[in-house]
């Protein structure tokens, strides 16, 4: 008895160094980065047991970026299930009116409207007595709490929403005249923003766009120089007005004929039929919101599972209900966080380490854990496209920036076969994103060799 207890306790006192091993490696990874300590939150959890293997101001609040998608999405793929279709339908009324009932569909495109168009048009509607839009699967909040109005030309960060059209985006054309006189400047498809161009024919392409919302919505200020065609992409200011315009020029091109006004109308129960539809499986979501960090489709997906969830249109209030009961039945603490979006954007959001490996180990239990883990970024794709090569084949994850912020979560198997949850986040207004990423990689390292 006295020699298995002697066992049991040097079995033990080598755990302990190791951990001790282990802790001093991610120690001396942060004190040679020249990171302030204080500013990272490590925690470490085995998603088997879910026992803590290594934890640094893990109960610290932090906004989690672009990570914070990690729970969000998760919360959001339980409820709509993984054979959920983004479903855009045309029907036709026997009064011969047309609807057309939004799905939200992220992915949806001007292509996508001639293609439905163009299938009444086979089936002989051709002058509709009117034509509506049913938009009331998601409310009218195009942008998330607490989003910088600075961002507001950022392509990362376009509104969402019933009318999401061609990634809420548009392409500015500046083309080049004679040297040192104005170039020209247009939009490549017809939408009503005006310019003040102050861009140059002249050595380089070198353009700056700005937007002074207190002057005028639909009114873009361009400074600098051209030499060679060139375009910029910029957010859709007004989504609503983009889809409308979208759409008459697909009832011209299919020869609909219509010259009313499109009104917004919830589609009738009775009297009416299936023309066509374009329907996108929620897979394709999945590995745009957790691999490429698509914030449009993010924001998109937690709003319609909250839609699911009351049975009725999606709204972030909806969707912040569904997810605080996805944490509660999963018996996830949330009481120190705070979550307002579904994609990381806003600087309201705070998370806790402890919180994202607890919800990552919950998870990890889901039926649809396959299928959510494989749409996550793994090395030399998405997000990690040029990133954590090291970890090839043993590395599913989700990172995320900010101004001042750098973070990454997911899974790991480690050298010696463990199943790993890790959430790691730098919150350090004084070093580079770089820095940051570098420190990252070296902590991840350090758990992988030694767990």
Request: hydrophobic share 40%.
């Amino acid at each position: 008895m006295k020699k298995f207890i002697g066992i049991y306790l040097f079995i033990a006192l080598c755990i302990t160094q190791l951990a001790a091993y282990t802790a001093e490696n991610i120690d001396k990874a942060i004190k040679d980065s020249n990171i302030n300590r204080g500013a990272v939150s490590i925690s470490v959890k085995d998603i088997n047991s879910g026992k803590q293997l290594y934890s640094l101001h893990a109960n610290s609040p932090i906004n989690p970026a672009s990570t914070q998608k990690l729970v969000t999405f998760a919360a959001a793929y339980d409820i709509l299930g993984e054979d959920y279709n983004f479903t855009t339908s045309l029907y036709k009324s026997t009064d011969n009116e047309l609807y057309l009932k939004l799905s939200g569909d992220p992915f949806l495109t001007t292509k996508d409207l001639k293609s439905l168009l163009s299938t009444a048009k086979s089936k002989n509607i051709t002058e509709p007595k009117g034509v509506y839009i049913d938009d009331y699967v998601l409310d009218s909040e195009y942008w998330g709490e607490g989003w910088q109005w600075d961002d507001e030309l950022n392509p990362l960060m376009p509104k969402f929403g019933s009318y999401n059209l061609d990634k809420n985006l548009i392409k500015i054309v500046i083309r080049p005249t004679v040297l040192n006189s104005p170039a020209d400047i247009f939009t490549d498809v017809f939408y009503p923003i005006g310019f003040v161009n102050l861009v140059t024919t002249g050595r380089g392409n070198q353009i700056s766009l700005s937007h002074n919302v207190s002057i005028s919505q639909n009114l873009i200020q361009a400074e600098g120089t051209v030499e060679s065609y060139t375009t910029k992409t910029i957010p859709i200011n007004n989504i609503k007005r983009y889809f409308r315009l979208r759409l008459e020029d697909a009832l011209n091109d299919s020869k609909v004929f219509y010259y009313g006004k499109i009104y917004q109308k919830k589609l009738p129960a009775n009297n009416v039929y299936l023309v066509d539809s374009i329907d996108r499986p929620i897979s394709e979501a999945a590995k745009s919101i957790l691999s490429q960090s698509s914030n449009m489709a993010a924001e998109t997906v937690f709003k319609l599972a909250g839609g699911k969830y009351v049975n009725n249109t999606g709204s972030i209030k909806s969707a912040l209900a569904m997810f605080n009961d996805f944490c509660e039945r999963n018996n996830i603490n949330t009481k120190d966080i705070i979550i307002v979006d579904g994609s990381g954007v806003s600087k309201n959001n705070l998370v806790t380490a402890d919180f994202m490996t607890d919800f990552l180990v919950a998870e990890a239990k889901q039926p649809n854990f396959a299928s959510y883990k494989e749409a996550m970024a793994i090395p030399g794709s998405g997000t990690l496209a040029n990133r954590m090569l090291y970890f090839k084949d043993k590395l599913w994850a989700k990172t995320g920036t900010l101004t001042n912020i750098s973070a990454i979560a997911g899974y790991m198997k480690t050298q010696k076969g463990s199943d790993i949850a890790f959430d790691v986040m730098i919150n350090d207004p004084k070093s580079q994103s770089t820095d940051k990423k570098i420190l990252e990689e070296l902590i991840l390292r350090a758990i992988y060799v030694n767990y």
